[in-house]
């Protein structure tokens, strides 16, 4: 009995055993076998299944090796000092902050706004009695007659008139009593309105702008105090296409005397403009203040696309007033020399390329070095959009030789604000102030249109003998013989340190 028992267990766990047997494995398709023998079509899938495995991995590294490349290339153009490369450069995009916060790359430690350390009221500021007194230049006068050149040149007068090269030489030689060109030659244009001459008259407190060619509509200042709208006379000077644009898309209201107005500014229409260039008239208003507006004691100059956001009076008590200071203009923000400015003028297709490099040739051959550490002043180019001024004899000196400059070569005046400085030396003294407080003074808005003339797009100076390029009435210094070999001039080289503007 005992035996029959042993025989039936073993026959039954023998029987287990050959069913375990045949359970196939799991990671075995079982269809392979259902032919009895292993499908040829196995080995293949296994080998294309690892094929496109390894093909997704090389791709993925060629890729992160292309990014990789891209990267390094991009850090080598943000620091090499080659131009070509320096240029190629966008130290705002979004690939260079990130290699700035990774510490890959420098970034300017600048910031663009900063706080200005204003005054805590405007109402509390105390206003100078006294003016600055005229040490060195006494007394100023200016040149109303064209003298029209030897050659036999009888052109109509020229705003800026025909100064010699004698002329603008002597001009810089310092005297007690000065008589110099400053424009508004008689018959050279710009006229303002009997009205609006009347009006100008009571102006001591100036806030003054301008639009021309139609290229803005005027921007309503904010935070304006009680005081400074009392005191200030805010002016917008403009041309006759400027006007019919304002009444065309804004609301332009005439007062009983015939006065026009926009919100808070009073509207100067000037009949016949100077020049053939919108640019070049537009210096006009912003270095000649104390010409159009000749009983202003102090003004303030802001650019027509601009919206003032900082009261007048605390400007004047911040950048003139507390230091003792009669002209205060801001550093740019990323050129100190006006080599490094005039490349990018010609980058951006400011004006024709040869006029930019005759107008530095004759700034370096007149003895004007780039700037560089040893220089007493923080920076030769300035951002001209934001003029603050006393007007005394200096100071009004100092404009009247820069609009020369102005109207005798480019219109460029970020050009020539060094150069007049230079050869003034230290008897003309000015507040350069940070670049990140001029940025807290405004708000930039949009021009209406941008512009542009055929003479920006000059890249050879063969071109210029075509007349219907050249300007009629400003530029003529660049198209006069110049005392002086010019030929033999090399001028420096230019490390570009930030995109062309």
């Not at 006229?191 to 609006?196: P, S």
């Not at 009680?226 to 296409?241: H, I, Q, R, Y």
Request: aromatic share 10%; hydrophobic share 35%.
């Amino acid at each position: 009995m005992e035996g029959d028992l042993k025989r039936t267990r073993s026959l039954r766990l023998s029987r287990r055993g050959d069913r375990s047997n045949q359970i196939p494995a799991k990671d075995v398709d079982v269809s392979l076998f259902s032919s009895g023998r292993v499908s040829q079509d196995y080995p293949m899938k296994i080998v294309w299944k690892k094929g496109f495995v390894r093909l997704v991995l090389v791709v993925g590294i060629l890729w992160m090796l292309l990014i990789l490349l891209a990267l390094l290339f991009h850090i080598w153009s943000c620091q090499t000092s080659v131009s070509f490369l320096s240029a190629m450069c966008n130290r705002d995009s979004k690939v260079y902050t990130m290699l700035d916060t990774m510490g890959l790359v420098s970034r300017d430690s600048k910031p663009h706004r900063c706080p200005i350390p204003l005054s805590n009221n405007p109402d509390r500021i105390n206003i100078p009695t006294r003016r600055t007194p005229n040490e060195i230049v006494k007394n100023l006068s200016y040149v109303m007659e064209d003298e029209f050149p030897s050659n036999g040149d009888l052109s109509s007068p020229l705003f800026g008139g025909h100064p010699s090269w004698k002329q603008r030489e002597e001009s810089f030689k310092l005297k007690s009593n000065m008589k110099v060109h400053c424009g508004f030659i008689r018959g050279g244009g710009a006229e303002m309105e009997l009205a609006d001459k009347k009006y100008v008259k009571k102006c001591k407190f100036v806030v003054a702008s301008g639009i021309f060619d139609g290229y803005d509509l005027p921007h309503e200042p904010s935070n304006i105090s009680f005081s400074s709208k009392k005191l200030f006379c805010f002016l917008m000077v403009v041309d006759e296409v400027s006007l019919k644009f304002m009444r065309e898309n804004g609301t332009v209201k005439e007062d009983s005397a015939g006065g026009k107005w926009v919100g808070i500014w009073r509207i100067i229409p000037l009949k016949h403009p100077p020049y053939d260039e919108p640019r070049r008239n537009g210096k006009v208003p912003k270095i000649l203040t104390h010409r159009l507006f000749p009983e202003a004691q102090y003004s303030i100059w802001i650019d027509g696309k601009m919206e003032l956001i900082v009261d007048p009076l605390l400007i004047l008590e911040r950048y003139l007033w507390r230091g003792k200071h009669t002209f205060a203009i801001a550093q740019h923000k990323h050129h100190r020399s006006i080599y490094e400015e005039a490349d990018a003028n010609k980058r951006r297709k400011r004006y024709a390329r040869p006029l930019i490099d005759l107008h530095m040739k004759i700034y370096y051959y007149e003895g004007m070095k780039p700037w560089s550490s040893k220089k007493k002043i923080i920076s030769d180019v300035p951002e001209g959009a934001i003029i603050i001024r006393e007007h005394t004899a200096m100071s009004n000196l100092f404009s009247c030789l820069w609009f020369n400059e102005v109207h005798l070569f480019t219109p460029r005046d970020q050009l020539s604000f060094g150069y007049v400085a230079y050869r003034l030396g230290e008897s003309f003294k000015y507040f350069m102030f940070p670049n990140c407080e001029y940025n807290s003074l405004f708000v930039l808005h949009p021009h209406t249109r941008e512009h542009s003339s055929p003479i920006e797009w000059v890249k050879d100076f063969s071109k210029l003998r075509d007349s219907s390029l050249r300007e009629s009435r400003g530029g003529l210094g660049l198209f006069t013989p110049y005392p002086g070999d010019l030929d033999s001039v090399v001028l420096p080289n230019v490390t570009r340190t930030s995109k062309a503007g």
